[in-house]
């Protein structure tokens, strides 16, 4: 019994650093957007001419719930669509040059997070931790 608390409170301290590391996202230059639009701003900065269609699988969820969210980053001048050429159906997104300053900003805050636990913990306790997390999520 004695261990399940030991897991469970590593687990609520593991929590409570996620807040934080998220409180760090929407403070700054970054308070005027939400945890989901910088989700959608990564997703569409790593995989460069993604579709709604993707997106939505991804995330799975809904195509109009992704179209929605995509629609408020067209309308704030951070994502713009672009038709193919090939496939008039077919439309990628990209970000703009106001949405690449986000993602620039996003991603110092993830880099200043990583060289925080860089300090704290050796290689091997790096590579511990990345193999742990990985077995975890798969649960």
């Given at each position: 019994?004695?261990?399940?608390?030991?897991?469970v409170e590593s687990i609520d301290k593991l929590t409570?650093?996620?807040?934080?590391f998220q409180k760090q996202l929407l403070t700054?230059?970054?308070k005027e957007y939400t945890l989901r639009q910088l989700y959608y701003i990564e997703l569409i900065h790593k995989k460069t001419g993604i579709s709604i269609s993707e997106l939505s699988k991804i995330l799975?969820?809904?195509k109009s719930?992704?179209?929605?969210?995509?629609?408020?980053?067209?309308d704030a001048d951070i994502v713009i669509k672009n038709q193919s050429k090939t496939d008039k159906r077919f439309y990628s997104l990209e970000l703009t040059s106001k949405g690449a300053d986000i993602i620039n900003k996003h991603m110092q805050v993830h880099r200043n997070t990583i060289r925080k636990i860089l300090e704290?913990?050796?290689p091997e306790e790096?590579?511990?931790?990345?193999?742990i997390i990985n077995?975890?999520?798969k649960v």
């Open positions: 019994m004695h261990r399940e608390l030991e897991l409570e650093l996620t807040r934080r700054g230059d970054l799975d969820v809904k719930t992704v179209s929605i969210a995509v629609n408020q980053l067209i704290i913990l050796n790096v590579d511990s931790f990345i193999k077995k975890i999520s």
